[in-house]
């Protein structure tokens, strides 16, 4: 006798709370990007939390459905009653903007605005362009190709390390499409190749100022 599974859905905690450590607070997207079939999914707030997860329960497909812990805490927003969804493999452009390209996923895109917020505030006339992925597999390459290409400049942001992450598949793809459209080179801010450490984890996220450190550069280059 054989059995087999057609579909199933995995919802699982991820991300960095600031105490979390080697063992809780990991972003483990990369491993499971690597196994085809799979759909992957990170919202960053409740309203795309629920949106999102009713599209992954009616997914044919098997879908993991990675929910950043800090939004169990420290996210407020009015979440609909209604039932609705919102589409998977479907990036979200949260600010428009014509001269780099910001894109993250998860609690980060919280960091990124704050970022974006530093450096439109010290560069004159900058305008950065915030998209949201919220499906890293498969990711909507096509928004993100036709920002680049309006933008000239990518900067690629999550908190898993930077080593063989998600970024670098999004950089890869980018410059197969966008190669000479680009101003300079993407940029990647992500979490350290280290194991994640307990009580210095505020060294090891990407927080705000390094992606805004990032921005000037991606600008002045």
């Keep these: 006798m054989s059995l087999q599974i057609q579909e199933f859905d995995v919802r699982s905690p991820c991300s960095a709370v600031g105490h979390g450590g080697l063992y809780h607070s990991q972003t483990p997207e990369g491993y499971f ?3 085809p079939g799979l759909k992957i999914v990170m919202p960053r707030s409740p309203i ?5 997860l009713l599209t992954s329960i009616r997914d044919r497909n098997p879908v993991i459905f ?3 812990k800090i939004l169990y805490r420290a996210a407020v927003e009015q ?7 919102l589409p998977l493999s479907k990036a979200e452009i949260i600010k428009a903007g014509k001269d780099v390209t910001v894109v993250g996923y998860g609690s980060q895109i919280y960091i990124l605005e704050k970022a974006i917020q530093l450096a439109e505030k010290d560069i004159p006339g900058l ?3 915030l998209i949201d992925l919220r499906t890293i597999l498969p990711w909507d390459i096509d928004t993100v190709a036709e920002s680049v290409n309006k933008t000239g400049r990518l900067i690629i942001s999550h908190e898993a390390p930077q080593t063989a992450g998600f970024s670098a598949e999004v950089t890869a793809s980018i410059m197969e499409r966008c190669f000479l459209r680009l101003e300079a080179p993407i940029y990647r801010v992500c979490g350290w190749d280290t194991p994640f450490p307990l009580v210095f984890e505020k060294f090891y996220l990407p927080d705000a100022l390094r992606c805004f450190d990032a921005i000037k550069e991606i600008i002045e280059y």
């Design 48 to 52: 795309q939390a629920k949106g999102l």
């Design 127 to 129: 305008s950065c362009e």
């Design 66 to 68: 990675f929910e950043p």
């Design 33 to 35: 990007a690597h196994t």
């Design 79 to 85: 979440v609909p009653i209604d039932d609705y969804e």
